[in-house]
């Protein structure tokens, strides 16, 4: 088959798509043939040396994918079978045009979805369901702050939070970013390049801050968080952008029953993606399939075309997600 490989670390253009040995499934898992991935800023760190993929994933770039079950292995499909069109989260292998997925990271693509649609669903949502509603358990009525609300992750967190009945803050760099925001539902709409988001978010919420901040950027923005949270409020970190190593006021924690997590999806055991994957399948997929969240696709690009499509993400152009088809 053929895949996107790394040769050597480096820009875009260290992307090759290759010829490579074909993938066979192992027990527990099956075998898509893909007809889309998605790009993710994981896929550039791997790109440029900094971010390996776990332990028995497969070595090329992609965190999610979309397409059809092609063989399942020994000891069957764990309830999948051959035909059935899915959607997953991998650990790497999905700019290839074969994938071994264990059956505890599919999904089905949702009703009303096109297929290659669905490869921009499983890494956003699994990450954003995880640290929002999991392990922040935003609920309804509280203010969630979303860095980055453009993103794939935050149109994604956009939707969900409104759908569950909270109020949505964002950040974004430009007038056409938050007016995309806007569109989604976003309440606040803060543009950090002119404005200070801890000053607008207190404007906005009569000085009671965020119950739940996604952040993406890390130690540069930590000690606004902080300032930025509402009491008992919790900062979800889930993105290094602005830095890996900052300070924290811990009185103003404390004096605000504060609590920050941090995680990271890929690198999780099986069964810990296995019951996110459930949640989500239980809690998101009736939101799309009923049409009330749906993925936000920036543009498709052939998968030969993945350092096109780096270059696109690396300069923040874009809205949603971009794809990369088979």
Same mark, same amino acid.
């Given at each position: 088959?053929?895949?996107?490989?790394?040769? &050597?670390?480096?820009?875009?253009?260290?992307? %090759?798509?290759?010829?490579?040995?074909?993938?066979?499934?192992?027990?527990?898992? #099956?075998?898509?043939?893909?007809?889309?991935?998605? %790009?993710?800023?994981?896929?550039?760190?791997?790109?440029?040396?900094?971010?390996?993929?776990?332990?028995?994933?497969?070595?090329?770039?992609?965190?999610?994918?979309?397409?059809?079950? %092609?063989?399942?292995?020994?000891?069957?499909?764990?309830?999948?079978?051959?035909?059935?069109?899915?959607?997953?989260?991998?650990?790497?292998?999905?700019?290839?045009?074969?994938?071994? %997925?264990?059956?505890?990271?599919?999904?089905?693509?949702?009703?009303?979805?096109?297929?290659?649609?669905?490869?921009?669903?499983?890494?956003?949502?699994?990450?954003?369901?995880?640290?929002?509603?999991?392990?922040?358990?935003?609920?309804?009525?509280?203010?969630?702050?979303?860095?980055?609300?453009? !993103?794939?992750?935050?149109?994604?967190?956009?939707?969900?939070?409104?759908?569950? =009945?909270?109020?949505?803050? #964002?950040?974004?760099?430009?007038?056409?970013?938050?007016?995309?925001?806007?569109?989604?539902?976003?309440?606040?709409?803060?543009?950090?390049?002119?404005?200070?988001?801890?000053? &607008?978010?207190?404007?906005?919420?009569?000085?009671?801050?965020?119950?739940?901040?996604?952040?993406?950027?890390?130690?540069?923005?930590?000690?606004?968080?902080?300032?930025?949270?509402?009491?008992?409020?919790?900062?979800?970190?889930?993105?290094?952008? =602005?830095?890996?190593?900052?300070?924290?006021?811990?009185?103003?924690?404390?004096?605000?029953?504060?609590?920050?997590?941090?995680?990271?999806?890929?690198?999780?055991?099986?069964?810990?993606?296995?019951?996110?994957?459930?949640?989500?399948?239980?809690?998101?997929?009736?939101?799309?399939?009923?049409?009330? #969240?749906?993925?936000?696709?920036?543009?498709?690009?052939?998968?030969?075309?993945?350092? &096109?499509?780096?270059?696109?993400?690396? !300069?923040?152009?874009?809205?949603?997600?971009?794809?990369?088809?088979?």
């Amino acid at each position: 088959m053929r895949a996107i490989t790394v040769p &050597e670390p480096g820009g875009p253009e260290a992307l %090759v798509w290759a010829e490579v040995p074909d993938p066979e499934p192992a027990e527990g898992e #099956v075998l898509v043939e893909v007809a889309a991935s998605a %790009v993710n800023r994981a896929d550039v760190l791997q790109r440029q040396g900094f971010y390996d993929p776990p332990p028995g994933a497969a070595p090329y770039p992609g965190l999610e994918c979309a397409g059809r079950i %092609v063989a399942v292995g020994p000891g069957g499909g764990g309830g999948w079978s051959v035909g059935d069109e899915v959607c997953a989260l991998l650990g790497g292998g999905g700019y290839a045009e074969r994938v071994a %997925v264990p059956t505890g990271q599919l999904l089905p693509v949702p009703a009303g979805l096109d297929v290659a649609s669905a490869a921009a669903l499983p890494e956003v949502v699994s990450t954003v369901w995880s640290n929002v509603f999991m392990v922040s358990h935003l609920r309804p009525g509280e203010t969630l702050l979303v860095h980055g609300g453009s !993103s794939g992750i935050g149109t994604m967190a956009i939707q969900l939070a409104k759908a569950i =009945g909270a109020r949505v803050a #964002v950040t974004a760099g430009s007038a056409e970013k938050l007016a995309a925001c806007a569109e989604l539902g976003a309440d606040v709409l803060i543009n950090y390049r002119e404005q200070d988001f801890v000053t &607008e978010l207190h404007g906005a919420t009569d000085g009671a801050g965020a119950d739940v901040i996604l952040d993406v950027v890390g130690a540069k923005y930590l000690d606004a968080n902080v300032r930025a949270l509402a009491v008992n409020g919790r900062l979800a970190v889930i993105g290094l952008q =602005g830095g890996a190593t900052g300070e924290v006021n811990l009185r103003a924690l404390l004096g605000k029953r504060a609590a920050i997590t941090a995680t990271s999806l890929r690198a999780r055991p099986l069964a810990e993606k296995a019951a996110i994957i459930a949640a989500v399948r239980e809690h998101v997929w009736p939101l799309i399939e009923s049409g009330r #969240v749906r993925p936000v696709i920036d543009r498709t690009l052939p998968m030969s075309e993945a350092p &096109e499509a780096h270059r696109i993400l690396e !300069s923040s152009s874009h809205i949603g997600k971009i794809l990369l088809t088979t």
